[in-house]
């Protein structure tokens, strides 16, 4: 993103947008015409399309496909076999998802287009907000180490392929000036030295930083937490003029202690000042006035972190700018500013070719065209994308919330799974996050903030029960969170009372479903779980938090945490 480009940029950026929203259904004529003609003859088109490339056959021929469905053919080009097994492009890289599919995370082929859609994902807050030309942005961008798989090619996520890639190296030369961070602590494969970079070089040029950004807002929050315990080495390194020695990444360490600069006290004495206050309320704009907007996705599963984050923010506008998987780029937020309620994605036609499968009261009936969508309803999107998958169901749901020009704006629901089920009830992500959304409130008004939670079902015992791991902070003070018991008792009852009816005819009546447990554990909890899980291969940039843990090692370092455990007392009141 720039935040130095001139008018002129910005207006042409506007055009392509207009030209984009404006002419959906021939672009995304275009865009099938295109793939088809690229891949009617790999392995896996062939069985259904037999070389042919004619739009009308392959919807009519080809199938809706699940991961489970087009693994084998990814499996055996990462074996080495030749790339038209699966796509008619050369694949370049393999890209490893945040999903997992029986266990393992699922990985999917990539080519040098999904990294120029993801670079052409055009950044619009800047026409929205004033005085950004000279400012700069200090950005929580991460990379992870690249495995290398059988055929000699990289698998990495998503993100550290983008900035690993000439895309990002080469960018417009007004990119180069907007980051606080140099690249070098983008490309640390080193996450904890990269932080603490990232960090270091905002404090420095703080007075320049207009804008706040990571790729989610989970992200954002582990930074000021991380920032919380690392705030007094930052100072002294700031008054000594040298970084610390643990940061051993040479071109990290080099690149840094440029930015560093020579001894400088005061700021040292006015960061100290700040940080050493009681509460962290409003941290970011005291420790960066000059902040104008964050930039960090807030919808979906992140939607639990604003809160948190808004504490840390003061309530500064927060923009989710883009909807984006390993499968394809979808869409931008056009109108940025809008209420966090209100986000909504517009659809970017020439990204991939999107067709939709509506949703109508948990049953998937019927296949249209993005340019066929309607108001109000719900559907998941079939991505055919240039790099071999076709019509693969992405199993999130979304809700048609308006069009720009033609093109269909959508909000995020939810990922189109079940979070928890102990008997016949499905609990879905979406339903948890609600529910524990409504018993946080109790929290907040004991002066405690929820800073993560996962859950569980216990089907270990005949009436299974939901156990949800809290990990509380007070909101005024470092110190560690006391936990009152009766807060706490009526939390479990606030969830359980929020859960869908399902849930509480087995729960109450029915007694099928055992009480809802709430778990407390020691701060630090769920970075620790982060740790771990990055550990088996997850991405830190791209890493949330699994709204349900299935993992058994996971579940055991949660079980050495656990501070208190609390149920309702209130049971009888259910239905
Ligand atoms: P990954 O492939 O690891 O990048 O994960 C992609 C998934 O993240 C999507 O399928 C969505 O479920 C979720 N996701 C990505 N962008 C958003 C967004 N803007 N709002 C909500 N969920 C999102």
């Given at each position: ?198 960090l270091l070089?905002?404090i420095v ?22 920032l919380?315990?690392f705030w007094k080495e930052i100072c002294t390194n700031i008054r000594s003029?040298?970084?610390s ?18 001894a400088n006290p005061e700021l040292a004495d006015l960061i100290e000042n700040e940080c050493n ?10 420790l ?288």
């Open positions: 993103m720039s935040l130095c480009s001139d008018r002129s940029d910005i207006i042409e950026e506007e055009k392509v947008l207009e030209d984009l929203t404006s002419n959906v259904k021939q672009i995304q004529d275009n865009v099938l015409e295109e793939i088809l003609t690229l891949n009617a003859n790999t392995e896996y088109l062939r069985r259904f399309l037999h070389g042919s490339s004619d739009k009308e056959l392959f919807k009519k021929n080809v199938p809706m496909s699940t991961y489970e469905d087009v693994r084998p053919f990814i499996q055996r080009v990462a074996n080495g076999e030749p790339f038209d097994v699966i796509s008619g492009k050369p694949i370049t890289r393999f890209l490893l998802s945040s999903g997992t599919s029986g266990g393992k995370r699922k990985m999917f082929p990539c080519n040098n287009k999904y990294l120029e859609n993801l670079n052409s994902s055009t950044i619009i807050a800047r026409s929205h907000i004033d005085g950004l030309e000279h400012g700069k942005g200090m950005e929580f961008n991460f990379c992870t180490p690249e495995n290398t798989i059988s055929s000699g090619l990289p698998a990495s996520a998503a993100t550290t392929s983008f900035f690993k890639s000439d895309y990002f190296k080469n960018r417009p030369s007004y990119w180069h000036w907007s980051y606080t961070s140099p690249d070098e602590v983008i490309l640390c494969s080193d996450n904890k030295q990269s932080l603490y970079c990232h070089c905002g040029q703080r007075d320049e930083v207009v804008k706040v950004g990571a790729a989610f807002v989970s992200i954002l929050v582990r930074a000021i937490i991380f919380e315990k003029g040298s970084l020695m643990w940061i051993a990444d040479i071109s990290c360490r080099d690149s840094v202690s440029k930015i560093l600069g020579a206050q009681k509460s962290w309320e409003g941290i970011i704009p005291r960066w006035p000059k902040t104008k907007f964050i930039e960090s996705i807030a919808t979906g599963q992140m939607a639990q972190h604003i809160p948190t984050l808004e504490f840390y923010s003061n309530k500064l506008p927060l923009i989710s700018s883009s909807y984006v998987s390993s499968e394809t780029m979808f869409g931008i937020n056009m109108n940025p500013l809008c209420k966090l309620e209100d986000i909504s994605y517009t659809f970017m036609p020439n990204l991939s070719y999107f067709e939709f499968l509506l949703v109508d009261g948990g049953k998937k009936i019927e296949i249209v065209d993005l340019v066929d969508v309607k108001l109000g309803c719900y559907y998941e999107p079939l991505v055919t994308n240039h790099s071999g998958l076709h019509r693969y169901k992405m199993s999130d749901i979304l809700k048609v919330t308006g069009f720009y020009n033609s093109a269909p704006q959508f909000r995020f629901v939810r990922r189109d799974n079940l979070a928890l089920s102990v008997h016949l009830e499905i609990t879905t992500d979406e339903e948890l996050l609600n529910a524990v959304g409504r018993a946080k409130m109790i929290l907040e008004s004991s002066n405690l903030m929820l800073m993560d939670f996962t859950s569980y079902a216990d089907i270990s015992i005949v009436r299974g029960h939901y156990v949800l791991y809290w990990e509380p902070k007070a909101k005024y003070n470092n110190d560690v969170a006391e936990i009152d018991n009766k807060v706490l008792v009526d939390c479990c009852y606030v969830v359980e009372e929020s859960l869908n009816n399902f849930y509480r005819e087995f729960r109450g009546k029915d007694g099928s479903i055992g009480a809802l447990e709430i778990r407390v554990v020691q701060q630090g909890t769920f970075d620790a779980l982060m740790e771990f899980f990055i550990t088996q291969g997850a991405s830190s940039t791209q890493y949330k938090t699994p709204i349900c843990i299935k993992s058994s090692e996971a579940l055991a370092m949660l079980e050495k945490k656990v501070r208190a455990r609390f149920f309702t007392d209130k049971s009888l009141l259910l239905e």
